[in-house]
T-cell receptor, first 113, second 110 residues
Framework: DAGITQSPRHKVTETGTPVTLRCHQT?????MYWYRQDPGHGLRLIHY???????DKGEVSDGYSVSRSKTEDFLLTLESATSSQTSVYFC????????????FGEGSWLTVV | RKEVEQDPGPFNVPEGATVAFNCTYS??????FFWYRQDCRKEPKLLMS???SGNEDGRFTAQLNRASQYISLLIRDSKLSDSATYLC???????????FGAGTILRVKS
């Protein structure tokens, strides 16, 4: 296992509230990612980071922001949660940009009611 | 056309059967290819990388066909424990982009 922990693992929140998901890694991997997984869509990239304070948008970044102040932590924030953001969120890490495998955390189940 | 396409299945096979999945990708510049396995309500985990010459790991064989832009996964002598969703992953070096297929569901029955 790659030493990735996500918190919280499960959360139910109300529409319009802010939510922050945390990803913590112990492997000193440079790259970190946030994905969401929905039936029929597979894993879709929300945001990723290629170093401390270096982040970029993925294909489904609207409504999400991220921060990476330390190598080991990557935070995903839903500024104002909507029901369409009900999903499973996976954090992932990767040592370098090319060829190496990507390792996933156990997932965070978020329900927005 | 989706960037990475997989037959969602489910593939229902008896124990001991041989089953094969294909995955097509749209970007001819794709450089790296992987198969991941995902159990229900769990995170995806690397099953195997796919090399240009093809590679085998026990009962699992992966092939790459660059001309036709697809990769395949062959599972021989299926076990009940092989039941899972198999994700095809393609790495586009330009832009450091990993693209995931939606997965193929395999159910192995006794």
């Amino acid at each position: 296992d790659a030493g990735i922990t996500q918190s919280p693992r499960h959360k139910v929140t109300e529409t319009g509230t802010p939510v922050t998901l945390r990803c913590h890694q112990t492997e000193n991997h440079r790259y970190m990612y946030w994905y969401r997984q929905d039936p029929g869509h597979g894993l879709r990239l929300i945001h990723y980071s290629y170093g401390v304070k270096d982040t970029d948008k993925g294909e489904v970044s609207d409504g999400y922001s991220v921060s990476r102040s330390k190598t080991e932590d990557f935070l995903l924030t839903l500024e104002s949660a909507t029901s369409s953001q009900t999903s499973v969120y996976f954090c992932a890490t990767r040592p370098t940009s090319s060829g190496n495998t990507i390792y996933f955390g156990e997932g965070s189940w978020l329900t927005v009611v | 056309r989706k960037e990475v396409e997989q037959d969602p299945g489910p593939f229902n096979v008896p124990e001991g059967a041989t089953v094969a999945f294909n995955c097509t990708y749209s970007n001819s510049a794709s450089q790296s290819f992987f198969w991941y396995r995902q159990d229900c309500r769990k995170e995806p985990k690397l099953l195997m990388s796919v090399y240009s010459s093809g590679n085998e790991d026990g009962r699992f064989t992966a092939q790459l066909n660059r001309a036709s832009q697809y990769i395949s996964l062959l599972i021989r002598d299926s076990k009940l424990s092989d039941s899972a969703t198999y994700l095809c992953v393609v790495n586009w070096e330009y832009g450091n982009k990993l693209v995931f297929g939606a997965g193929t569901i395999l159910r192995v029955k006794s």
